[in-house]
């Protein structure tokens, strides 16, 4: 890496492990707590799912810095599949988790009676573990390509790297797996979210709620949008380059700097769908109990978009309030008619 980039890598490298470590461990502090005291809701699920994915990461972290700074890999060579396998599980994992993030959202607004029957932590469960299956399917079938090489090759002057160099017969499956791995892992959720994320900003749009809770719901949906594609999308459009010319593309290393980043983008992401305010978390991590009043406080600026199902519950509201006040109104002209 020529000495700019090495320096752009190494500091983003650093940020990503001294902000990621205490922000994910805030944000499963917070969710698991909350699981605790109230239930598990799918949003929790996918919060700690999410918190474990980013905080595997972050213990990789210093790794992939030395080998930024050292341009070689040092380590043994055992340990060069492992590192690559949780690193990019962790990264896909993440993108097709935020992707189930939305899915849910969307439905608990445009569907929120069908909904909230299937609503369940179990169901959430079983979907988290059925994304973390494909992401590992993928990862193993790279692992095959490889055929027991441990991912690591000599380069210029004996030096090791790692999952860098490939034989031709390696690129015969790993280009065409790198494609399928980008439309399936990244294109297909990305196209689900933008379209998750375009049909809730229309229905809340529509809807009864304050201008104010319009415009908090604008800004979760389009930074959740956001972080996906920045985070995501440098990496696997690398992918699509590397099969167009039938190649190792030389930039990839640099393609997935942006993808470390999600590591401490996300938690901004899964603190806006927590409906806490930053006044109770600060109380929550000195274990102190609110007043009263403060309670009350927080209960009228509550974001109706902690959770998904909030819009739709207060819409409801609204609606049912609007038709008591119409029937209340007609028996009272009734009354006086009589």
């Known amino acids: 890496l020529d000495l700019p980039i090495k320096c752009v890598s190494l500091t983003v490298y650093s940020f990503t492990f001294l902000l990621g470590l205490p922000a994910n461990l805030l944000v499963f502090f ?20 999410l918190c474990m994915s980013n905080l595997v990461l972050v213990a990789w972290m210093p790794v992939k810095a030395a080998e930024t700074v050292l341009n070689i890999w040092t380590l043994p060579g055992l340990l060069c599949p492992i590192y690559n396998f949780f690193l ?11 992707t189930a993030v939305a899915v849910g959202r969307y439905l608990s607004i445009a569907f929120p009676i069908t909904y909230k029957l299937y609503r369940r932590a179990r169901t959430s469960c079983l979907v988290s573990a059925f994304l973390w299956a494909i992401v590992l399917l993928h990862l193993g079938l790279a692992l095959v390509a490889e055929e027991g090489a441990y991912f690591v090759s000599l380069y210029q002057h004996n030096m090791s790297k790692c999952y860098e160099k490939f034989s031709d017969e390696q690129l015969k499956v790993l280009v065409p797996l790198r494609l399928e791995m980008a439309l399936l892992l990244f294109l297909l959720p990305l196209l689900i979210s933008a ?11 529509r809807s009864c709620l304050p201008v104010g809770s319009k415009r908090r719901v604008l800004a979760m949906e389009l930074s959740a949008l956001f972080v996906f594609v920045v985070c995501y999308a440098p990496y ?19 393609a997935i700097i942006s993808s470390s980043c999600n590591v401490f983008l996300e938690p901004v992401v899964m603190l806006m769908l927590s ?12 274990w102190k109990r609110a007043p009263q009043q403060h309670h009350k406080d927080i209960a009228t600026v509550k974001d109706p978009m902690a959770t998904a199902q909030g ?5 409801e509201k609204q609606i049912g ?8 109104t007609k028996g009272a002209s009734s009354v006086k008619a009589t």
């Open 30 to 49: 917070i969710y698991v707590r909350k699981a605790r005291k109230r239930g598990a809701t799918p949003n929790v699920v996918y919060a700690i799912n």
């Open 88 to 98: 990019f599980a962790s990264l896909y994992g993440s993108g097709l988790l935020l």
């Open 195 to 205: 379209f998750c994320t375009l049909r809730c900003l229309a229905l809340v749009r």
């Open 236 to 254: 696997n459009v690398s992918h699509v380059v590397g099969f167009v010319q039938n190649t190792n593309v030389s930039w990839r290393s640099e």
């Open 275 to 286: 409906p806490s305010t930053p006044m109770e978390l600060m109380g929550r991590l000195c």
């Open 311 to 315: 819009v739709a519950s207060l819409v």
């Open 321 to 328: 309030s609007r038709s008591n006040k119409a029937v209340e």
